[in-house]
């Protein structure tokens, strides 16, 4: 039996050896298994990286999701939330993490790591990098320059200012272009028009957001119809600062400078508890705004 | 690592070096892997030859990669496992059978560390176990092969196979307890 198995081994090593020599096979150089393994690495790092600038995505969009102002926005927190989640970030954070366990677990030792210990210590180090990223002002350029092209994909700053122009709702949001001297401001709105606003029934505080805020948004009543038009006119009730964080620091606008003030014959008639004026009596929630705004300053 | 003449890591150098060097490689692995053909259920002689063919050329072509971290067994038996993945699905065959030998490993297989009583009441034999090693999947057949048959530990089964220590106990833990649902069911 030892003999045969002998012969068999000798035979098989026989024809073995000459299949190599006639097929010229020959070993692949080092540097092939050298440049396999540091690829799957590089796309280890990659993945890793990519997974956390959405991480970055996600968190620019949830801190700049007007989430205080839900109660004149929306109907509940719930359906803000549900139409304000970056679904796109969360879904590419899933994919990266999975391809980045995927090329991990083909490198010459990361088979031996089971997959939730991989996936826990991507996941720490992604948000980790992330929040870097995002503290970068990376997380603003990952949401709007590269989610602004992607399709059914809204930014974070497109969802928001889309749920502030929405005037027969008495919302509107937009650039302040000039401040009167009796209170009233020109808003351009985020739907392109620009809207003369009667800012009679603002208080002090208001005018300070008016005043050193480029984009701001605004609570109000529309005139008459409840239409609003660029003849018509918009009542405003409330004035919130329309603020953008974690830009890169690199782009950061210029803060503007108090101009304009209340016209004085009116500034001892202030008393931000109370309802300054008709218009304003109707907007809803009322007293919640006013605790926001009052939070705000 | 010690590199006298004998050891393979030594051998791996000089058949880099001089492919009839590599000879000595194949003649020490042809009737191990042989023998884990057929366990894992290759039946026969003419399949097993050619899938250990493949097995040598692909180790030949690989040799810079190996691993000298691991040893020359574990990392050929890597390679054998790989193959003869490939070779079942090649040929579109299920593995045949099980070659199961009558040692006391064998009845490892089997055993039930949790339930003592149950080991005692059960007397399988190996032509039953030879049966429901035969109708398992083909990766519970595998791990208890490589752990009572080929006798390899944990670590060594986990570099074969490719996959965590963890998984390697789950494996076997699960493949016992579905190897013991077989042979219950034989006996009914």
């Known amino acids: 039996m030892e003999h045969s198995n ?81 679904y796109l970030w969360f879904i590419l954070v899933v994919v990266f993490a999975g391809l980045g366990y995927y090329n991990f677990h083909h490198t010459n030792k990361g088979y031996r790591y089971s997959f939730s210990a991989v996936v826990f210590f991507a996941s720490c180090l992604s948000v980790a990098l992330g929040i870097g990223f995002y503290l970068f002002g990376l997380g603003q350029i990952v949401d709007e320059e590269i989610g602004g092209r992607v399709p059914f994909h809204e930014s974070a700053l497109a969802g928001e200012h889309g749920r502030w122009n929405q005037p027969r709702r008495g919302l509107l949001g937009g650039e302040v272009i000039h401040i009167e001297d009796n ?70 606008p210029q803060p503007r400078h108090a101009t304009a003030t209340r016209p004085a014959s009116s500034q001892n008639e202030r008393n931000i508890s109370v309802v300054r004026s008709n218009e304003c009596m109707d907007v809803r929630p009322y007293e919640t705004l006013q605790r926001v705004r009052n939070i705000k300053q | ?116 009583r149950q080991q005692l009441e059960r007397a399988w034999d190996h032509e039953h176990i030879h049966q429901a090693l035969g109708r398992i999947d083909f990766k519970y057949k595998e791990i208890l092969t490589l752990r009572y048959l080929e006798e390899r530990d944990y670590r060594e089964i986990s570099d074969i196979l490719q996959i965590p220590t963890g998984s390697v106990a789950t494996l076997i833990h699960r493949a016992k307890k579905i190897l013991r649902k077989e042979l219950t069911h034989l006996e009914q």
Not at chain 1, 25 to 38: A, D, Q, V
Not at chain 1, 191 to 220: K, T
Not at chain 2, 33 to 55: F, K, M, P, T
Not at chain 2, 78 to 105: A, L, Y
Request: proline share 4%; charged share 20%.
């Open chain 1, 183 to 252: 209170g009233d401001f020109l808003l351009r709105t985020y739907g392109g028009i620009e809207l003369h606003i009667n800012g009679e029934s603002l208080s002090e505080n208001d005018f300070e957001v008016l005043a050193s805020n480029s984009e701001v948004r605004v609570v109000g009543v529309p005139f008459l119809t409840g239409d609003v038009s660029p003849d018509g006119e918009f009542h405003a009730c409330f004035v919130f600062p329309m603020e953008v964080v974690g830009r890169p620091a690199w782009g950061m």
């Open chain 1, 6 to 86: 002998d012969t068999h081994a000798k035979t098989l090593a026989s024809k073995t050896l000459s299949r190599i020599e006639c097929e010229q096979i020959s070993p692949r150089s080092k540097w092939h298994f050298w440049l396999t393994e540091k690829t799957f690495w590089l796309f280890v790092v990659l993945s890793i990286v990519c997974a956390s600038l959405s991480v970055a995505g996600v968190i620019y969009v949830m801190m700049n999701t007007g989430w205080e102002f839900q109660v004149a926005t929306n109907e509940s927190f719930v359906e803000l939330l549900f139409s304000a989640l970056p």
């Open chain 2, 1 to 116: 690592m010690t590199t006298s003449p004998d050891t393979d890591s030594s051998v791996v150098l000089q058949s880099l070096a001089d492919k009839e060097a590599f000879g000595v490689l194949i003649a020490r692995y042809v009737e191990p892997l042989a023998r884990y053909a057929r366990r894992l259920g290759v039946s026969r002689d003419e399949d097993i030859d050619d899938l250990l063919q493949e097995v040598f050329l692909k180790t030949y072509q690989n040799l810079n990669a190996f691993d000298r971290s691991l040893s020359f067994s574990t990392w050929i038996y890597r390679i054998m496992h790989n193959e003869t993945i490939s070779f079942f699905r090649k040929r579109n065959i299920r593995p045949e059978g099980h070659m199961v030998e009558d040692s006391e490993s064998v009845l490892a297989l089997v055993s039930d560390e949790t339930n003592p």
